[in-house]
Each structure stands twice: as structure tokens, then as C-alpha cells.
């Protein structure tokens, strides 16, 4: 069975501080994608980033950077230098390639105090 | 550029009462999703589209739940005999690809 498991509900830090979302998954597939979204306070889903099964390369855009794990089945989210700006609701997704249908974690609520 | 549109935005019902909810992908989007997302939680998958056909309707909830996509475009998600707990924002995405969906506002469903 597919799943995604984001453990951390909900995480308050203080602005300018440095921020990891977890994100856990679990499939039997060898070729996958894996997607971070944001939900900010007015509620669209915005997408973050794609990274396929074959690519563990690391990425960083800006002040965000995700580390993929394939050995852990992590696909870890940072945010550097923290702002108000960045308080939402962020989701990971999973979708095998077999199919369409994409698996999203519970979410993670990211509140960034000023 | 056009984003997914979905409508209404805010439908307020009686308990009983049936519902539709539209969304407009963007055009030229293939894929077809609706998602339902319950006060503070993640998003639950209901079905996708891949043109007029729907390949999983696993995640309908019930039999209540039906929904249909016409000319590889608009879908409507109909849910019959609402019951309080359907209210939920119903979230629909479209997708050029297999990969990246692009979301709409939604639909936040309150039923009575």
C-alpha cells in the first residue's frame, strides 16, 4: 500500500529561524514522484516542487531546499531564514507511476511567529 | 493565464438536500481531480478524470457521491442526500501532465 506520513502536526518557530518538515513515505514501486505543496491561509494549494524516484539530488530554491532519502523513505522540506510569509499549511504527495492518483500526507501547519 | 475556476464557491444546504459542484479545469488539462479537505485536515482523494473516463473511483465515500466529466473539460461532483457530515471544501486540480496539478479555490460545502 501507498501512504505518506507527515508526523509533525503543527510547528511554531520564531522568524528567521530555520525550519524542517518531515515527510515519510511507503510504496513497493521503484518509479514514483514525490511533491511538496503550500496551503496558505487563503486556502489554494500551490505547488512547490516534483522529484522523481531516480533523482535523489538535493534541491534548493531560494530559502527552500528539500533533501530525498531514498534509503529512509524521506523527502525532507527546509526552510532557511524563516518568515511570516512562509505560515501555511504545507503538504507531501506521493504518486506512483503505474497510476494518476496522487497520495497526500495529513499536513503539516507551519506557523512563523514575528 | 486562466487558472482551475470552481463553483459556487460557498454552498450552504439542508441536511437531504442534493448538490452540485462545478469545476472548469484549465484548458487543454487532461487530468481531472477532486479532493475533499475536512476542517483541518489533509486532503482526502475522491476520484480523477484522465479525459471523460474515470479510471479509480476509489476514494468516493459513498453511493451518495457521483461524479461525470463531459467533452474532456467541466466536471460536475454531485452528492446526493447531503449529510452534515459532507460539509468539507471540495478542492478540484487539473494536470497537463501526470506530474504537477494545478488546484482551484474550491467549494467550502456547509450542510445544515
Known amino acids: 500500500a501507498q501512504k505518506v506520513t507527515q508526523a509533525q502536526t503543527e510547528i511554531s518557530v520564531v522568524e528567521k529561524e530555520d525550519v524542517t518538515l518531515d515527510c515519510v513515505y511507503e510504496?513497493?514501486?521503484?518509479?514514483?514522484?514525490l511533491f511538496w505543496y503550500k496551503q496558505p491561509p487563503s486556502g489554494e494549494l500551490v505547488f512547490l516542487i516534483r522529484?522523481?524516484?531516480?533523482?535523489?539530488q538535493n534541491e534548493i530554491s531560494g530559502r527552500y531546499s528539500w533533501n530525498f532519502q531514498k534509503s529512509t523513505s524521506s523527502f525532507n522540506f527546509t526552510i532557511t531564514a524563516s518568515q511570516v510569509v512562509d505560515s501555511a499549511v504545507y503538504f507531501c504527495?506521493?504518486?506512483?507511476?503505474?497510476?494518476?492518483?496522487?497520495?497526500f500526507g495529513k499536513g503539516t501547519r507551519l506557523h512563523i511567529l514575528p | 493565464g486562466a487558472g482551475v475556476s470552481q463553483s459556487p464557491s460557498n454552498k450552504v444546504t439542508e441536511k437531504g438536500k442534493d448538490v452540485e459542484l462545478r469545476c472548469d479545469p484549465i484548458?487543454?488539462?487532461?487530468?481531472l481531480y477532486w479532493y475533499r479537505q475536512s476542517l483541518g485536515q489533509g486532503l482526502e482523494f475522491l476520484i480523477y478524470?484522465?479525459?471523460?473516463?474515470?479510471?479509480?473511483k476509489s476514494g468516493l465515500p459513498s453511493d451518495r457521491f457521483s461524479a461525470e466529466r463531459t467533452g474532456g473539460s467541466v466536471s460536475t461532483l454531485t452528492i446526493q442526500r447531503t449529510q452534515q457530515e459532507d460539509s468539507a471544501v471540495y478542492l478540484c486540480?487539473?494536470?497537463?501532465?501526470?506530474?504537477?496539478?494545478?488546484f482551484g479555490p474550491g467549494t467550502r460545502l456547509t450542510v445544515l
Open positions: 486540480a487539473s494536470s497537463p501532465t501526470v506530474n504537477e496539478q494545478f
Open positions: 510504496t513497493r514501486d521503484t518509479t514514483y514522484y
Open positions: 522529484r522523481n524516484s531516480f533523482d535523489e
Open positions: 504527495a506521493l504518486r506512483m507511476n503505474r497510476d494518476d492518483k496522487i497520495i
Open positions: 484548458s487543454g488539462h487532461t487530468a
Open positions: 478524470f484522465q479525459g471523460n473516463s474515470a479510471p479509480d
